[in-house]
């Protein structure tokens, strides 16, 4: 399996904190967040990886190739990150894992390194879930019997829906041979590169293509937008 780590946002809502440097780089317990996403996805049993890179590239590459000389980094270079989102981002990655089972991790997610294990193992397409009461602006899901997702967006109704995605996806090498195909579309056709990913895994449900949900309440996660959220997770007394 591939980890592909999308890292080219320029964290404007972190400012100043990412004035001088990308989110990924900030430290928390004495290691970036970087270094835990890589470290979760190694310890899952992953030695390949695609990073996406734009805002501050340069220092990414130079983290991680210093860092972890052991691993293969496919480096990608989202040259217009201003102007796109990370749907964007992923359809670069294609470039490597299109057809391939590959575990997809925003680099902004702060979490317990046993959800990343967790996804990692299941047999299927999966998507971690914390199951909460959701407001408006959180990535929603809702589920049928079986767990399966039949929506995931912010607009669905907060009441509906099962939890928030927590931003770790596994793809099996069919489900990421047909997100590939409506990427295409979306991107070279429809020129949907400012929206969020989630907008294609909604488009290949009716196709038959989904992602079966893992609740991964009961371990720490935590997306860091704010320089609020930054101080909440730097003053936990546990940290994963």
């Known amino acids: ?66 860092h972890y000389s052991a691993l293969h980094f496919h480096f990608l270079h989202n040259a217009d990150y201003e102007h796109n989102n990370n749907i964007y981002s992923l359809w670069m990655a294609g470039e490597v894992v299109r057809g391939k089972e ?42 049928d019997a079986d767990l399966h997702i039949t929506e995931i967006n912010k607009t669905c109704r907060p009441e509906d829906a099962l939890g928030e995605s927590v931003g770790i996806e596994k793809m099996s090498a069919a489900y990421s041979q047909a997100l590939y195909r409506e990427l295409d579309q979306m991107i070279l056709r429809e020129n949907l590169i400012d929206v969020f990913y989630e907008r294609a895994f909604e488009r290949l449900i009716p196709q038959g293509h989904t992602f079966r949900v893992v609740d991964t309440t009961h371990y720490y996660s935590y997306e860091i937008d704010t320089p609020e959220d930054y101080e909440h997770v730097r003053n936990q007394t546990i940290l994963p």
């Open 1 to 66: 399996m591939i980890g592909v780590i999308l890292a080219a946002g320029m964290a404007k809502r972190l400012r100043p904190l990412t004035d001088t440097q990308p989110k990924c780089l900030l430290t928390v317990g004495g290691r970036t967040l970087l270094e835990r996403t890589v470290e979760a996805m190694r310890q899952a049993g992953i030695s390949e990886f695609v990073v996406v890179t734009g805002y501050r590239a340069d220092m990414i590459r130079d983290f991680l190739t210093s």
């Open 102 to 143: 590959f575990l997809l991790m925003d680099s902004d997610i702060f979490c317990d390194p046993a959800v990343v294990a967790r996804i990692a193992q299941e047999p299927e397409s999966a998507l971690a879930v914390n199951c909460h009461k959701c407001g408006e602006e959180e990535i929603k899901v809702i589920v």
